[in-house]
């Protein structure tokens, strides 16, 4: 018997390990991506320019002019994206002048 719920799910089992696979992305998962390429643009940026990570600096996003998924994304994971960055980060309409 199948249960409904779980059609969706990818199983694979090889000898004694099966694993279990959920394909559906949901929104939450969909904004995690995104902020975790944000963070990857942003380090390859970084080591292009040859600042370290050990290097002092900050961030600034201009996230006015992204798309409503980017932006929801950025602004829910702002924090995580900061400290995975190891850097301050800041919406560029807060920067000072």
């Known amino acids: 018997m199948v249960n409904k ?3 969706q799910w990818v199983v694979d089992n090889n000898n004694d390990v099966t694993v279990t696979l959920d394909p559906v992305v949901d929104q939450a998962l969909e904004e995690e991506a995104i902020a975790r390429q944000f963070n990857s643009r942003v ?5 292009e320019i040859g600042v370290h990570v050990d290097d002092l600096m900050e961030v600034f996003v201009d996230i006015q002019n992204s798309g409503a998924k980017i932006k929801s994304a950025l602004e829910k994971n702002w924090d995580l994206i900061s400290k995975k960055m190891n850097c301050p980060m800041y919406k560029l309409s807060d920067r000072p002048e």
């Open 43 to 47: 380090q390859k940026t970084r080591k």
């Open 5 to 7: 719920a779980y059609e």
